[in-house]
Each structure stands twice: as structure tokens, then as C-alpha cells.
């Protein structure tokens, strides 16, 4: 395509910096403006016309999570956000693309960026602005035809390629005054993060009973069960299934858990000793990926009350290799996730 938006989008951006350091827009057609404040986790009642000065003052000073709607051109609505970037999350995309398309537009002043494109619920294709070469989702070349001639790459103007990019897709043009409009906004509290990621959906791994029986209602009251199977997980995938004190753990009987505790801390701190001699080799990073695993099994056993020892393990670090068994922890410490955020209102 010889007819590149790039030029205009580059002479946008460098007039108005401030929207060199954040900006996150997104697209949609299909629905109605309500549609896509809810869409955001907005109420569309609640909606009013917003100055940009009201809007800067929330969403810079305020820290609040506010959206402007208006329409783009055709039968698409642009949505707004002032340093934010809820539009950028695939539970968003795939809402607001149901019935139609969504685009978005991200990057933050950290130079953290991503396109993403969605149609009919599902992602098409997401990847960074700056190497376009590494993209994913059910057709990640679905864009390939637009994105001739545009600078996707470090060198280049990226910022303005992904906002040519939205044009060539959507046939509207963004102008200044349509973001500094009086529109319709909405103060929103973020969407939920799904229980099952896109990635993992009708994946056989999910069709274990338990996990089955969870996502139909996750309750506290299984969040013992939910550690449980996440230390077996773990103890599976690592390989460490035979060590008395994981053992104990996974019994879930025995002694009591201050003394399983103080077990775990000295087969992690034995561990470390080999991680720290930088001969080990190959020694060494087993020794690493053990002591993660480890880790991981105390924090199952549920937030430890000893400040010392909590601090003496890394937590989080370990992510099981065998994509079955990935899957499940991925959905458990989702399901984990959602349940205290639930209770913590």
C-alpha cells in the first residue's frame, strides 16, 4: 500500500507529546455505546459528557479508571482511557468484538506496547509494535496485507504504524479533536480477568473432574483443595514427589504445619548452597528450579506467618514444564486469584 497514514500520525504525535508517553485507544463496531462502557466494566447510566480537563483531572491526578466514548466514523466507536490500559486486555477484546471487530492501541511511558486486533470474541492476532515479526492468536497473519509499508520495527515510528494500522482496518482517521471532545465517560471498575485464559479453552487437560466441578462454582470454601492440588502439581512437574517433608504436604495429615514449614526452609536453604556455587553447573540450575518448586509447595500451605522464613523463599517463581499440567496450575492460581480478590470485595 503506497497510501501510508504514517506521515499524518507522526506529525500528531510529535505536536502533542504527552501522547508519545501513554496512550491507550480502542475501536469497536458492532455495538452501541453502552455496550462498550459495560464492555470496560462501566455503567452506562452512570455515564456523563466529560471535558478533557475533567477527564485529565480523574484519570492523571485522581488515579481513576475512566472511559470516553464517541463515535470514529462509520458504524465504529472510539473508547478513550487517560493512562490506563484495560482496552489493551483480551477480556475486553473479546467482549467488545462478540458481534463485530475490536481494535486496540497501547503503549506506556515504561515502552511497554502492544496491537491487538479481535473479531467475534475470539483474538486474531496481538504483538509488539516495535518487532512485529513475533505475533500470536488463532491467525496471527490475519493483518499481514494492512501492515505493508508500515514501520513495525525499533528504527521506525512504531507508535504512529500501530495507530495507521487502526485506520486502514476501522477507515477512520483519528484527530486531535475527537480526543479532546466533550463525550460521553464513565468511571469503571476493571473487568474480571477470566478463569479459563483464551489460550487454554477446550484444552483436554481442563476436563479433569475437579477443575470441572470448580469453574462451575468457585466458592472459598475449596481454596484448601485448590493449594492441594497445586502443591501435587508442582511436586509432579518438579519431580521432588519422593521428599518426606512434600510428602507430608500432600498427605494432608501429619505433623503439624509450622514443623512441615521449617522442613521445607532447610531442604531449600541446602539447595541454595548449590545454587550459589557457580561450579555446580547443570548442578546448579536443577538446584534453582528445585528450590522454586519448593517455594511454591510452602506458599500452597497458605500465607506464612513467619516473616524470617517468608522472606529466606522465593514464592511465584515456578511455572510447571509439562503443558497438561500447566494448564491446570495456570486455571488453579486463576480460580485462587479470583476467590481472594472476591472476598476482599
Not at 90 to 103: D, P
Not at 271 to 279: G, I, M, N, Q, R
Request: glycine share 10%; with cysteine.
Amino acid at each position: 500500500m503506497s497510501d501510508s497514514p504514517v506521515p499524518y500520525y507522526t506529525a500528531l504525535l510529535d505536536a502533542h507529546p504527552w501522547m508519545r508517553e501513554a496512550l491507550c485507544l480502542t475501536w469497536a463496531c458492532g455495538l452501541g455505546e453502552g455496550d462498550l462502557i459495560r464492555g470496560f466494566g462501566g455503567d452506562p447510566a452512570a455515564a456523563e459528557p466529560m471535558t478533557i480537563a475533567v477527564f485529565e483531572q480523574l484519570t492523571r491526578s485522581e488515579g481513576l479508571d475512566v472511559v470516553k466514548v464517541g463515535p470514529a466514523g462509520g458504524e465504529w466507536l472510539l473508547a478513550m482511557e487517560g493512562y490506563g490500559f484495560q482496552g489493551s486486555r483480551r477480556e475486553v477484546l473479546r467482549s467488545l468484538s462478540r458481534r463485530g471487530q475490536a481494535v486496540n492501541v497501547y503503549w506506556n511511558i515504561n515502552a511497554y506496547n502492544h496491537f491487538s486486533y479481535a473479531q467475534d470474541g475470539r483474538t486474531v492476532t496481538v504483538f509488539d509494535m516495535s518487532g512485529a515479526g513475533d505475533r500470536y492468536g488463532t491467525d496471527p497473519a490475519a493483518l499481514d496485507n494492512l501492515m505493508t509499508g508500515l514501520p513495525f520495527h525499533r528504527e521506525g515510528d512504531h507508535q504512529a504504524a500501530g495507530l495507521a494500522l487502526a485506520e486502514r482496518i476501522t477507515g477512520c482517521r483519528l484527530t486531535l479533536d475527537l480526543l479532546a471532545a466533550t463525550l460521553p465517560s464513565a468511571v469503571f471498575t476493571p473487568v474480571p480477568q477470566d478463569l479459563v485464559p483464551e489460550d487454554l479453552i477446550d484444552h483436554p487437560a481442563l476436563a479433569d473432574p475437579f477443575l470441572q466441578d470448580l469453574l462451575a462454582e468457585p466458592t472459598r470454601a475449596a481454596l484448601p483443595a485448590i493449594g492441594h492440588r497445586m502443591a501435587a502439581i508442582v511436586a509432579e512437574d518438579a519431580g521432588i514427589g519422593d521428599y518426606p517433608e512434600v510428602q507430608e504436604v500432600l498427605a494432608g495429615s501429619g505433623p503439624p504445619v509450622e514443623a512441615v514449614r521449617e522442613r521445607l526452609l532447610a531442604r531449600y536453604l541446602g539447595l541454595a548452597a548449590v545454587a550459589e556455587d557457580y561450579s555446580a553447573g547443570e548442578r546448579r540450575g536443577a538446584a534453582l528450579w528445585t528450590m522454586y518448586a519448593i517455594g511454591e509447595i510452602n506458599a500452597q500451605l497458605g500465607p506464612d506467618p513467619n516473616p524470617q522464613r517468608r522472606d529466606r523463599m522465593v514464592q511465584g517463581a515456578f511455572h510447571p514444564l509439562r503443558p497438561d499440567l500447566a494448564a491446570q496450575f495456570e486455571v488453579l492460581t486463576r480460580v485462587r486469584d479470583h476467590l481472594h480478590l472476591s472476598a476482599r470485595g
